[in-house]
Structures are given as C-alpha cells and as structure tokens.
C-alpha cells in the first residue's frame, strides 16, 4: 500500500545537537511539507517542497532545515539553533494540482533530553 | 491572513448521538475546505474535501457543509459511536499553491 513513512517515531536530542527526521513516500506526489503541531494549537507549516530541488520557507523556518535530493524523501533537520525543539513533527504530501487532500505520515514525537 | 477557528474545543456527547462540529475562516476566497480526523500520537487522516463550487458532502455518516460567504463549515456526524472519538481539524488553502492552515480542532469524546 502507498503512502507516508516517518522515522523514528520518537526521537531525543541533547543540548546543542542536530537532529535528523526522516520522511519518504512511494506516493509519487509531487509536493511534501514539514508541519510543527504543539498541544492545543493547530499545525504550523515549517518548509514545503513541491519539485525535487527544490523547496521553501514556511511560516516557522527558523532553526530548522531540509533538502529535497529525491521525489520521495525530504528529511527534516532540527538544529541547534532551534531553542524549543520539544513537539510532534508531522510530514505530508499532496499530488500536483489544487484540490487535492494532504496525506500524512504518523508523526515523529521530539524532546529534549 | 487566513485565521481558522474551531469551536468548542472539546465536545463529549453520548454514543447514538448527531453531533456538529463547527469551522470558521476569515478570508472567504478559497478554492476548497479540509476535514481531517486525528488519534493521540497519529497523524492526520482525510476525512472530507469539499470543493468551492459545493455547498457539501457527505462520506458515511459524515457530512460536511460549506457556505463561503459566511465564511463558515459545518461537520455533521450521525449516529455517533465510541470509535469517532478523536481530534477533528479543518484546513483551507493560504496564500500560495496547496499550502494550507489549519483549525486548532475539536477533540471529540463519543461515551459508550
């Protein structure tokens, strides 16, 4: 079956680590995005690709960092420059053209150690 | 800006129940409205994608409703069961191309 694979499902980082969250579809969709969902507030957007090689800022940027090598990966990187890292990471992915419904991965969870 | 508003935050209902879930948006010029369901510790699941040009639809005992002028989307669930509890999120196109925002969402509590 197709769909959205996250890893790992839980992830520790230490003070002033970087850390790596992994993404990968076998949806063949074109776009995929990196979202931030904290209790009690909704999904923030972080970065969005919608070609490979390409990507852009979402509205939480700062502090983190991705890369779009293949059409079916896009791994996002938190960094140590990311002060409030602690929250559920979730990457989705859409098909091209408008009106089409957001697939999602079942999230990555991240604290701080 | 688009802003999305979910109102209650939380609703508990007995099981047998019909219940509506409400979604409010500020910026009435979009092309499409998202529900989506969410479980503790999941992802997001698509529930239903209600195009501009419709005033619903309806999967199951699902049916959604959209009224653009007013900025508003209704979520209908009938005959409500134990296994609907979950988070309810509505999402709308933002700014540029198959970006979206989405609700806070109504955490739903269906009692046996």
């Known amino acids: 079956d197709g769909g959205i694979t996250q890893s790992p499902k839980y992830l520790f980082r230490k003070e002033g680590q970087n850390v790596t969250l992994s993404c990968e579809q076998n949806?063949?969709?074109?776009?995929m995005y990196w979202y931030r969902q904290d209790p009690g507030q909704g999904l923030r957007l972080i970065y969005y690709?919608?070609?490979?090689?390409?990507?852009q800022k979402g509205d939480i940027a700062e502090g983190y960092s991705v890369s779009r090598e293949k059409k079916e990966s896009f791994p996002l990187t938190v960094t140590s420059a990311q002060k409030n890292p602690t929250a559920f990471y979730l990457c989705?992915?859409?098909?091209?053209?408008?009106?089409?419904?957001?697939?999602f991965g079942d999230g990555t969870r991240l604290s701080i150690l | 800006k688009q802003e999305v508003t979910q109102i209650p935050a939380a609703l508990s209902v007995p099981e047998g129940e019909n219940l509506v879930l409400n979604c409010s948006f500020t910026?009435?010029?979009?092309?499409?409205l998202q529900w989506f369901r969410q479980d503790p510790g999941k992802g997001l699941t698509s529930l239903l994608l209600?195009?501009?040009?419709?005033r619903e639809q309806t999967s199951g005992r699902l049916n959604a409703s959209l009224d653009k002028s007013s900025g508003r989307s209704t979520l209908y669930i009938a005959a409500s069961q134990p296994g609907d509890s979950a988070t309810y999120l509505c999402?709308?196109?933002?700014?540029?191309?198959?970006?979206?925002?989405f609700g806070t969402g109504t955490k739903l509590q269906v009692i046996p």
């Open positions: 999402a709308v196109p933002t700014g540029g191309y198959q970006k979206v925002t």
């Open positions: 209600i195009q501009s040009s419709q």
């Open positions: 989705a992915s859409t098909p091209t053209g408008t009106n089409q419904p957001q697939h």
């Open positions: 910026d009435s010029a979009i092309y499409n």
């Open positions: 949806l063949n969709h074109d776009a």
């Open positions: 690709s919608q070609i490979v090689n390409d990507f």
